[in-house]
C-alpha cells in the first residue's frame, strides 16, 4: 500500500492571516481588525489588510501548490467575507471568491478542506457578546448553513472550530488573542 493511499499530504491556512482585504471586497471587520489596533498586542502595530493578499492571488498560491505536489489544502472561510454582519446579508463577493479558490483546487486536483472558524468571530458579532451570547450557536447554525449550500457540493471534508480549546482560552481566559477578554480570576 502506498502513503498516498492512506494519506493526505497538505498545506494550510486562516482566512484572516492570509486573504487580505483593501476595503472593497465586502468584508465586514473581524475580531481581529479590532484587536490589531489594540497598542502593543501585535508586533509593531502590523495589521492583514494586505496579509499574502491571498484573496486577489490564489490562482498563483494554488499553481504552487500544484508544483510542489500538494494533495489537500485545509482553508478557512472568512464568516465577515461571508456574512459582514454575522448574520442576515450575503457578500456575494465572499461566495464568489470562495467557488474559484474550491474551482481552481478541484482544476489541480487538490482536495479542499474547508475549516468554519479559525478565530476569526465577525466584529459585530463580539459587540454581541460572541461566543457567551446564548444565540451565538443560531449565528453559526445560519453561517454553517450558508457554507454548506455554497460548497458542499465540492468539498466534501468540513472542519467546525480550529483548535477549539486554544480558541476560547485564548481568546475568553489569557486574553492574547482576539478579542482579548481575560477572565476575571475572582469569578
Known sequence: MQYKDLFLFGVSSSAFQIEGDDGTQGRGLSVWDEFSLKNG???????????????????????????LGID????????????PNGVGDVNIKGIDFYNRLIDALLGKNIVPCLTLYHWDLPEKLSQKGGFK????PNWFSEYADLIAKKYG???KTFIVFNEPINCVHSSYVSGVFAPGERLNERQ
Open 41 to 67: 498586542v501585535i508586533y509593531n502595530g502590523q495589521n492583514a489588510s494586505i496579509a499574502c493578499d491571498h484573496y486577489n492571488r490564489f490562482q498563483e498560491d494554488v499553481e504552487l501548490m500544484g508544483e
Open 72 to 83: 489537500s489544502y485545509r482553508f478557512s472561510t472568512s464568516w465577515s467575507r461571508l456574512l
Open 153 to 155: 457540493d465540492r468539498v
Open 133 to 136: 451570547n446564548p444565540d451565538f
